[in-house]
């Protein structure tokens, strides 16, 4: 499970990972209860079995999707979409409404409005078009998701419109409301990029499971409770509207018996009088009663009287179902609902017929003596069906409707003053619930009471109410796995910020300031316990150039691995750190005088020697190591720092891949570089640097033909520091830029002074340093202009060091120079490499030996052929050479024998300011 979440991407998220639990939580829930619970009855099924798989499989598919499942995805988005489809069709008449797998049984609980949307939320799903197309589908299927489901939404809170959606108005209000929450579920997925195949940590998404899982089930408890509430009103309602009922059809039905009962003790030549006399009192008093018939044995009408609002009905007694009835009883009671009666051009009445006899004086009072012989016709009694059932259910009409069945394939309800007539085979479309029950009316068999639930108003109430529970609920599940990821994070990154101020964050090992701290506390147990310390400052050799030239990928990995190295190298209690770049510290707090620390040190030095593998390179480093314990620096912890760093140093100097314990000399040396530095600086600052110039001879008739010109820096005590002591100083500290640019600007203005004593060159000392600046020539090419001196007349000198570094450029810039007309001198010739393959490739004019050379040429064979060497070989190259360091007349005698070409020296003038050189120059222009 991946673990990392940003923090911009936190709330997205949460969102969407909460929208894809609830789905798939109200998925496996709505089955199961299904499954739990198998009811035939669409009220007791909070969310269908059709909706609770289309709920499951669009959180699996937006899962799948994110996550990078194609397969999972498709199959999903497949399955939503033949489900959504199915619902349309069956929604709109196209096919049946029921299709049972097994025990369960799939219903078109929505109507195409809604079901269309989820087909095309099912379509985004499946297609597996690229990712940027399918993006575009998803925005577009987000958004009318939303805006539909929104406005559904509104819909589901007016009475009755939520009927355009589906029957259910529990389904209904989850199903809009899931609608919306998909859309927004698509709408992040199409604005996120790959940050959000990210997981929750697993605390926040078990929390964020575990709190959905309760929202759910708690709308899933509350829905059920409602619709069980409803369940129990409509039981308890068909239970008392079967009481009343009976009640009513047995008071009826005696009421006709009582006026039987009447007739037989009244004497014959009466009877027809006072019948009719009967008749018309419970005419009178029975508003329900539409007609009293009299009939002889051969059901031929004796008489009728019925209400002046109604027609006769005596042409009902011929129908053939009533007909049959009358048949198969000859002399026992019927009571039925004739089939004619309820055609829709007809009026529902209840026929109810009892038998009449003549009372025997000699028989029992009881009405069945004497069947034979004393019966003698039938009185039929036509009541209104409407107007007989309509009081009983008035206070539930708006709950329930009911449907007596007292035969036939026909139910019948009263609305108001007409009858309802269903077949009951059928349920009416609008009901949710179906509850039967069975009546016990007089003289019918199979009498049953049919209860169709159809007042939804509460259940509409408490649906929206429960949406905006689950709504809020869910809401509460996102921001409190906001709450528990940003926390998380806050966390993480706390412990981050407490590790980068401890941790380097490269190497994972220690920082600076950690290891001044822990230094600091072994120096105060050092004061306690006596005990000695090292300190070991480590510093890279070439990593710099490895740096800058393979990228700082590669040398990243390679401070890793070689941090990874020192680490190995540790012992006991022993602490590594790095200081800073590709500098390392190791303090040994407690020395141990069986084991010299040199060994450390060197299998330090032979660990970093180890050839690195990093990439497709293969690199080798040493390393220069400084050491100081606390023999040789005092107990403090900066101190130890800093005299091991200055220890390192000196490890440099002396050719690196090596070590250097601290001495006081080391300090001595860095103290007198740094007041040196500073003093340069000043001198740099007060314009105090000076150009002495010492004559250039040419050799044979000694005429002066230039000067070459010598830095000098005089303090103003008088005393003059070597250039050999600043200038390498200058190198290293970047002072040797504005010096530089200085000397040869100096020499140009005083070089066009010159030009009045003649045609003198002047040669200038270069720096490998400024010659190796990007902007060398063109600095060069600035200074000539701005003082008008000739390239001819500037002799560039310069060391072998200058091939060191790039020899390839070195002789790309010479030949660059040498076109320019500048003349290039290579000085100290024979100290340095001496290449004569770089001699042969560079453009020189003039080669310029040692002074080391020339200084024994008279006493020493060895130098003197030397130096004979060089002036034939120069010659031989057309080069020509100067000899420096000439001091005596046999050192002029050699040089000007062995065919040299020029000399300089003190035997002939020392540097000198520009003043003296005028003056001496305004004596004489040669020796």
């Known amino acids: 499970m991946k673990q990392h979440v940003d923090t911009v991407n936190t709330s997205t998220i949460a969102a969407l990972y909460t929208i894809i639990t609830a789905a798939i939580v109200t998925g496996v829930l709505g089955v199961a209860l299904i499954i739990a619970l198998p009811s035939e009855q669409p009220l007791t ?39 959504a489809t199915y619902s349309v069709l069956t929604s709109t008449g196209v096919l049946s409404d029921v299709y049972s797998v097994g025990s369960l049984t799939l219903r078109a609980s929505l109507y195409w409005p809604l079901t269309l949307i989820v087909a095309l939320f099912g379509l985004c799903l499946m297609l597996g078009m690229s990712v940027g197309k399918r993006k575009l589908l998803w925005r577009f299927g987000g958004y009318v998701a939303v805006a539909f489901g929104l406005f559904y939404i509104v819909l589901s809170w007016y009475n009755g419109a939520y009927n355009w959606l589906g029957p259910h108005p529990m389904v209904v209000s989850i199903s809009v409301l899931f609608l919306t929450m998909f859309g927004i579920a698509l709408l992040i997925g199409s604005y996120q990029s790959a940050a959000v195949e990210s997981l929750p940590r697993p605390a926040s998404f078990a929390v964020m499971v575990v709190s959905v899982s309760i929202v759910c089930a708690m709308w899933f408890a509350l829905a059920s409770s409602e619709v069980r509430r409803i369940e129990g009103q409509v039981i308890n309602a068909m239970h008392e509207a079967v009481q009343k009922r009976e009640a009513v059809s047995l008071e009826n039905v005696n009421l006709i018996q009582r006026l039987a009962t009447r007739w037989q003790h009244v004497p014959e030549e009466n009877r027809l009088e006072f019948s009719k006399l009967d008749v018309q009192h419970y005419q009178r008093d029975l508003p329900q009663l539409l007609s009293i018939l009299v009939t002889d044995t051969e059901n031929e009408l004796v008489f009728e009287d019925y209400k002046t609002t109604a027609s006769s009905y005596y042409w009902m007694l011929g129908t053939p179902d009533v007909t049959d009835a009358f048949t198969a009883s000859q002399t026992s009671p019927v009571v039925l609902i004739p089939h004619e009666s309820i055609r829709a051009s007809e009026r529902a009445v209840i026929l109810v017929r009892l038998p009449l006899f003549a009372r025997d004086e000699r028989s029992d009072d009881d009405f069945q003596v004497g069947l034979e012989n004393q019966h003698y016709g039938y009185v039929v009694a036509i009541f209104d069906f409407a107007s007989l059932v309509n009081p009983i259910m008035s206070m539930n009409e708006k709950l329930l409707h009911t449907y007596a069945s007292l035969s036939g394939n026909y139910m019948l309800r009263s609305d108001g003053e007409e009858a309802v007539v269903a077949n009951i085979s059928m349920r009416p479309a609008t009901s949710l619930y179906h509850y039967s029950i069975p009546m016990q009316i007089p003289y019918v068999k199979g009498a049953e009471l049919h209860g169709f639930h159809v007042g939804k108003v509460e259940l509409r109430k408490a649906a929206n109410l429960y949406a905006v529970v ?30 980068q101020a401890t941790h380097d964050s490269l190497t994972g090992l220690v920082n600076r300031v950690v290891i001044e701290e822990r230094l600091q506390q072994f120096c105060e147990q050092c004061i306690r316990s006596k005990q000695e310390i090292a300190v070991l400052f480590i510093d890279l050799d070439g990593f710099k150039p490895v740096n800058d030239s393979l990228g700082l990928q590669v040398g990243d990995k390679l401070l890793r691995e070689t941090a990874a190295r020192l680490q190995r190298c540790m012992r006991n209690n022993t602490l590594v750190g790095r200081f800073g770049g590709d500098e390392f510290i190791v303090l040994i707090p407690e020395l141990d005088k069986k084991q010299p620390i040199t060994d450390l040190v060197s299998e330090i030095l032979s660990a970093i020697a180890q050839p690195y593998h990093i990439e497709q390179y293969r690199l080798y480093l040493t390393a220069s190591i400084g050491i100081t314990t606390t023999i040789q620096s005092p107990i403090d912890a900066k101190q130890l720092i800093q005299h091991a760093d200055m220890a390192m140093y000196q490890a440099k100097r002396q050719g690196r891949n090596h070590y250097q314990f601290y001495t006081a000399e080391i300090s001595e040396r860095f103290h007198s570089s740094v007041t040196l530095r500073n003093e340069l600086q000043h001198v740099l600052e007060q314009g105090a640097l000076k150009l002495f110039y010492q004559p250039l001879v040419r050799c044979g008739d000694r005429k002066i033909v230039g000067v070459e010109a010598l830095l000098r820096w005089q303090r103003e005590d008088g005393s003059y520091v070597s250039p050999a002591e600043f200038i390498p100083l200058a190198e290293d500290t970047g002072q040797i830029i504005p010096i530089s640019a200085w000397v040869v600007q100096q020499a140009c203005e005083d070089g066009i002074r010159l030009q009045e004593y003649g045609d003198l060159s002047v040669a200038v000392n270069l720096s490998a340093v400024q010659f190796n600046r990007a902007n060398f020539v063109e600095s060069l090419n600035h200074t000539l202009n701005l003082t008008g001196f000739s390239a001819q007349k500037l002799h560039l000198e310069l060391t072998e060091s200058v091939l060191m570094e790039d020899s390839k450029r070195a002789i790309r810039l010479l030949e660059s120079l040498h076109n320019k007309n500048f003349h290039i001198s290579i000085d100290d010739f024979g100290t340095g490499f001496s290449s004569l393959s770089y001699l042969k490739r560079m453009p020189v004019n003039i080669l310029k030996i040692d002074r080391a050379f020339i200084k024994d040429v008279t006493t020493d064979v060895h130098d003197a052929a030397i130096a004979k060497s060089i002036i034939q070989m120069a010659t031989q190259l057309s080069i020509e050479v100067t000899a420096e360091g000439v001091e005596t007349a046999e050192q002029v005698k050699f040089v000007e024998e062995s065919g040299c070409h020029y000399m300089q020296g003190f035997y002939f003038a020392k540097p000198m300011p520009l003043a003296e050189l005028m003056a001496l120059l305004n004596e004489r222009d040669s020796f």
Request: proline share 0%; hydrophobic share 50%; with cysteine.
């Open 45 to 83: 099924q909070v969310l269908s079995l059709n909706a609770s798989l289309v709920s499951f499989f669009t959180g699996v598919g937006l899962y799948a999707a994110i996550r990078g499942h194609q397969v999972l995805r498709v199959a999903c988005g497949g399955l939503v979409f033949l489900a």
């Open 470 to 499: 689950i709504t809020g609920g869910l809401l509460l599940c996102a921001f409190l796995v906001i709450s528990l990821e940003r926390g998380q994070i806050l966390r993480t990154q706390r412990r981050q910020l407490q590790l």
